[in-house]
């Protein structure tokens, strides 16, 4: 049996079909028009995507904060999750990729892929419980659970922006696969309780009508 991949090949590989999507003709055809996600254009959605990239090399950079935090208690402390659509956190997201979008899609495609060169190279040279911030919060994660938030994220929005440029979504890597359900289905639980998502699964007649990680 081969070896499972690592959360930074895992990593690598989901960046690689990221940056493939983003620099798909029908991403730069469309950059204008609105996406799939109310109040993001698709440049707007396509620079949102390209940050799970290039800010890992932002993360790798800044000096780590001494609270050191899992998967769960980052999520539980995100004041985006569960906020409605027009919420400060939320309009702050599509505000910052529209502003960003502003620099085109051969400038977007040209920074995620420097980036992910970089990364490429530096990677796999740290240990998984190497402590990093964050992105912008004050608190460090280990480098695995930092490296799994943005696989999850890659893979949400890859899904968002195919369905917004009319191309089919790139599959996963099947380890990005397992990461992303596992962590999407403990966050599940964590809003919904046990059972809601247990009959989700299994029991299509008494299934609840979301179970939404989000």
């Known amino acids: 049996m081969a070896d499972q991949p690592t959360m930074t090949e895992t990593y690598l590989e989901t960046a690689a ?47 780590p904060a001494q609270q050191v935090v899992g998967l769960l208690e980052h999520y539980s402390r995100m004041t985006w999750l569960g906020a409605d659509l027009d919420a400060e956190p939320n309009a ?33 040279g740290l240990p998984p419980d190497r402590p990093v911030r964050a992105m912008r919060y004050e608190w460090s994660l280990r480098l695995d659970d930092l490296l799994t938030t943005r696989v999850m994220e890659m893979a949400v929005h890859s899904d968002d922006l195919a369905v917004s440029v009319g191309i089919p ?27 809601a998502v247990l009959r989700a699964l299994s029991r299509a007649e008494r299934a609840p009508a979301t179970i939404s990680a989000f």
């Open 17 to 63: 079909s990221a940056l493939a999507l983003l620099t798909d003709p029908a991403v730069a055809g469309q950059w204008s028009r609105p996406s799939a996600l109310q109040g993001f254009t698709v440049g707007g959605l396509a620079e949102h995507l390209a940050l799970q990239i290039s800010s890992v090399t932002a993360v790798l950079a800044a000096e």
């Open 92 to 124: 702050a997201i599509r505000r910052n990729g529209e502003e960003r979008a502003a620099e085109g899609p051969a400038a977007l495609a040209g920074q995620a892929e420097a980036a992910l060169a970089e990364l490429r190279t530096v990677l796999p």
């Open 169 to 195: 979504t790139p599959a996963l890597p099947p380890h990005a696969v397992e990461v992303v359900t596992a962590l999407l289905t403990r966050l599940a639980v964590r809003r919904h309780g046990p059972t």
